[in-house]
């Protein structure tokens, strides 16, 4: 089992950055798959940035791609959300999440296990 705990959001201006922080308990960490998810008001879970177990393979949803950066560091336990170049419409509740998988998936409901999220909130 995997207990995960979200930190580093907050409230930034357009074009800022931010830094996210995933701590995970557990000795198997480095046998989940990790990604990054968020929700906006109103809106659906969406799809961020997956990572593979090593970290050797990352995956982005294009409206990121070149903004934010995922790494890990099997070794803290802790998977990490550089965000750069903040918009507006990144504005939501974050959340990482654990897949007990061989590939990264994009479809939220696969994944195991979950934290409880950290809020960031970008101004125009």
């Known amino acids: 089992q995997v207990q995960l705990v979200e930190s580093g959001g907050g409230l930034v201006q357009a074009g800022g950055s931010l830094r996210l922080s995933c701590a995970a308990s557990?000795?198997?960490?480095?046998?989940?798959?990790i990604g990054w998810f968020r929700q906006a008001p109103g809106k659906e879970r969406e799809f961020v940035a997956g990572?593979?177990?090593?970290?050797?393979?990352?995956y982005y949803t294009d409206s990121v791609k070149g903004r934010f950066t995922i790494s890990r560091d099997n070794a803290k336990n802790a998977v990490y959300l550089q965000m750069d170049s903040l918009k507006p419409e990144d504005t939501a509740d974050y959340y990482c999440?654990?897949?007990?998988?061989?590939?990264?998936?994009?479809?939220?409901?696969?994944?195991?296990?979950w934290g409880q999220g950290t809020q960031v909130t970008v101004s125009s």
């Open positions: 557990g000795r198997t960490f480095s046998y989940y798959v």
């Open positions: 990572i593979s177990r090593g970290g050797g393979q990352t």
């Open positions: 999440a654990a897949d007990n998988a061989l590939t990264i998936a994009r479809i939220w409901v696969l994944y195991d296990y």
